[in-house]
């Protein structure tokens, strides 16, 4: 009984992809595809957005300095 059960469980080969054989049709590969990329597009866009606000508030800052304070140059005079 038992050398049935070990002899079923060798003759199988387990491999991650005999798990996976029943949930991923053509379609669903398809479908996690476009994700995935849509995944990197969203993600580019993302860090694009942020990029440009770090830019423009450092802009902001250094022009608001410059209103502020005047010329704070270590060559101006003192």
Same mark, same amino acid.
């Given at each position: 009984?038992?050398?049935?059960?070990?002899?079923? %469980?060798?003759?199988?080969?387990?491999? =991650?992809? #005999?798990?996976?054989?029943?949930?991923?049709?053509?379609?669903?590969?398809?479908?996690?595809?476009?994700?995935?990329?849509?995944?990197? %597009?969203?993600?580019?866009? #993302?860090?694009? *957005? @942020?990029?440009?606000? *770090?830019? *423009?508030?450092?802009?902001?800052?250094?022009? @608001?300095?410059? *209103?502020?304070?005047?010329? =704070?140059?270590?060559?101006?005079?003192?």
């Amino acid at each position: 009984m038992m050398e049935k059960a070990v002899a079923a %469980i060798a003759q199988r080969s387990t491999s =991650r992809w #005999s798990l996976f054989d029943r949930a991923t049709s053509g379609r669903t590969i398809g479908m996690m595809e476009t994700l995935d990329r849509l995944g990197y %597009i969203t993600t580019g866009l #993302s860090f694009l *957005v @942020i990029s440009m606000v *770090v830019f *423009v508030h450092a802009w902001y800052a250094f022009v @608001i300095s410059g *209103v502020a304070g005047g010329s =704070r140059s270590p060559c101006a005079g003192a």
